[in-house]
């Protein structure tokens, strides 16, 4: 059964107010505002490795979409400075050297601007859940929660588009789709920047966005 536009909104709006009471700081009461119509932020954290719990964020990159403009002049782009530093490894993926992150800001303080710079905008990434896990262990002390905002993965909406592109008898649930982040920008005939840079990967997710709400009829 579908609610009525009126009462689904409502309680929409219900739902925000009352965790908008639940922040630990009124500073970031803005969280919960209404988005800006047609409006996302494409996101993407470097850090030490991919422990959730143990390794750090050394940079974060963000940039805005309008509709299906991606508007690079209006992009966020922070270095962080882990409390452990960078181990070889790591640097060998992210480039970024120990002196690189010491320049970086105290990772609270870069996800305060990363709020400020997101708003209540839906979060847009590639393998986003990582980056939120990794935000999200800053974030909870001075929200009183996880971050708010709606989340879309875009290795997500690329499945949807090539499931149903396959003909019926291969469409089952172990359909073997290439997920890869090359593949999935060379299919859909995009720039390949250099990878592991928070930025450039945030700039490739945002494309791969607005060209597979694009190709799925989704844009306004």
């Keep these: 059964m579908s609610w ?7 309680l929409a709006q ?7 009471r639940r922040l630990a700081d009124p500073e970031f009461a803005f969280l919960f505002d209404d988005p800006p119509p047609h409006e996302w932020v494409a ?24 509709g299906e403009r991606l508007l690079t002049s209006e992009r966020l782009e922070l270095l962080v400075q882990p409390e452990h530093g960078v181990s070889p490894e790591s640097v060998r993926i992210h480039r970024l050297r120990e002196r690189d992150v010491a320049r970086g800001l105290p990772a609270e303080e870069a996800v305060r601007r990363l709020l ?28 009183g929660m996880a971050l708010p905002q709606p989340a879309i ?39 390949l920047r250099d990878a592991h840079d928070a930025l450039n990967d945030a700039v490739m997710a945002g494309l ?11 844009s306004s």
């Design 4 to 10: 009525p536009m009126w009462i689904s909104g409502g």
């Design 14 to 20: 219900w739902r925000r107010d009352r965790r908008r």
């Design 43 to 66: 996101l993407d954290c470097e850090t030490t490795g991919l422990d959730r719990r143990r390794d750090e964020i050394v940079s974060i990159g963000a940039v805005r979409i309008v």
């Design 116 to 143: 400020h710079f997101v708003g209540s905008r839906p979060l847009v990434g590639y393998y986003l859940e990582f980056d939120l896990a990794m935000l999200n262990r800053i974030a909870r002390p001075l929200l």
């Design 153 to 191: 993965e875009v290795s997500a909406l690329y499945y949807d588009y090539k499931f149903r592109q396959l003909p019926p008898y291969q469409q089952h649930d172990n359909a073997g789709i290439d997920l890869r982040f090359d593949t999935m920008m060379r299919d859909l005939q995009l720039p």
């Design 208 to 218: 791969a966005f607005i060209k597979l709400r694009r190709l799925q009829g989704m």
